[in-house]
């Protein structure tokens, strides 16, 4: 199965200590995993060469992500608070570069739970030119910018994949691409395999999780009925998982996401499930069924 796979690491833990890192690390190369998510950390406190250090060692490459805080927004009107959100965004590719990422995601174009009311036309425009120029910048260094398509209950700003599409032209960048989430699709496409084709020119991120933040086997999205119609509608990107236990994260993280409960106890038997469940899709789309006539003649 040649697939590039990424698990999120707070399926597993709510440390980023390189220390604490080496054995999941390990263990997801073992499974099949090329890349694993870091969670969102503070950049300027975080040692940089030990995290490259420890995934380099196991093999594995690392996702970092970013954001946007208050007083650093680039959807702001405000001419300085764009520049600050742009500097910010810029360091976090920085960062990234660092730790040996050739990708960063996360929520670039505002602040994340933005409560009320969608973007206005002219931030939006504003968002979408700051991350198009920090996607460019990204690019010269060897890292790719993705976006997060959130849920209505999660960000106001950017919801359906043709939102996300609409942004990437507003950008005026060749080189930013779209993360689609399938949690956050069964909330807000009414049809998600149609969503999936629609961004697929700028689709760099399709991720994997499950209604109800657990086991990808377990829950109301067929998972790999999405995968394998992406597949056979062309997709041949990075492929990633995510999912939140309660118990794996840090309090104030979990609150945010409103994650109350505990829909599992073992982040590295999610991550095995996971892998069994796009295996499944794998093998019933056009790449799969064509990988195993070659592997059967000896091609």
Do not use: K
Request: charge should be negative; hydrophobic fraction near 45%; proline fraction near 5%.
């Amino acid at each position: 199965m040649d697939l590039d796979l990424a698990c999120h690491l707070s399926i597993v833990t709510g440390s980023a200590e390189p220390g604490d890192l080496a054995p999941i690390l390990g263990r997801l190369r073992e499974l099949g995993y090329r890349r694993a998510v870091l969670a969102p950390l503070d950049e300027s406190a975080a040692d940089s060469t030990a995290l490259r250090a420890v995934f380099a060692d196991a093999g594995v490459l690392p996702i970092t992500m970013c954001g946007q805080g208050p007083g650093a927004d680039v959807s702001s009107p405000d001419p300085a608070e764009r520049a600050a959100g742009a500097a910010a965004l810029r360091a976090s590719v920085d960062f990234a570069a660092r730790v040996g990422a050739d990708q960063v995601g996360g929520v670039p174009y505002g602040l994340f739970g933005r409560p009320g009311e969608p973007l206005a036309p002219d931030a939006f425009e504003r968002s979408a030119r700051e991350v198009g120029a920090v996607a460019d910048y990204a690019a010269d260094r060897g890292v790719q910018l993705t976006f997060e398509v959130l849920n209505r209950y999660e960000e106001a700003a950017i919801n359906t994949a043709r939102e996300a599409m609409d942004y990437v032209a507003a950008s005026g960048s060749d080189n930013l691409g779209i993360h689609l989430d399938t949690f956050h699709m069964a909330v807000e496409e009414a049809d998600m395999n149609e969503a999936i084709r629609h961004a697929l020119p700028r689709l760099r991120y399709l991720e994997l999780g499950q209604s109800g933040r657990g086991l990808l086997s377990t829950g109301a999205i067929d998972i790999p009925g999405v995968l394998q119609e992406a597949l056979d509608d062309g997709y041949q990107g990075r492929i990633g998982i995510e999912a939140f236990s309660r118990p794996f994260m840090d309090d104030a993280v979990a609150d945010m996401l409103s994650i109350w409960r505990a829909p599992y106890d073992d982040g590295i038997a999610l991550a095995s499930d996971a892998v069994r469940v796009i295996r499944t899709g794998w093998t019933a789309s056009i790449p799969g069924r064509r990988a195993r006539r070659l592997s059967r003649s000896g091609a």
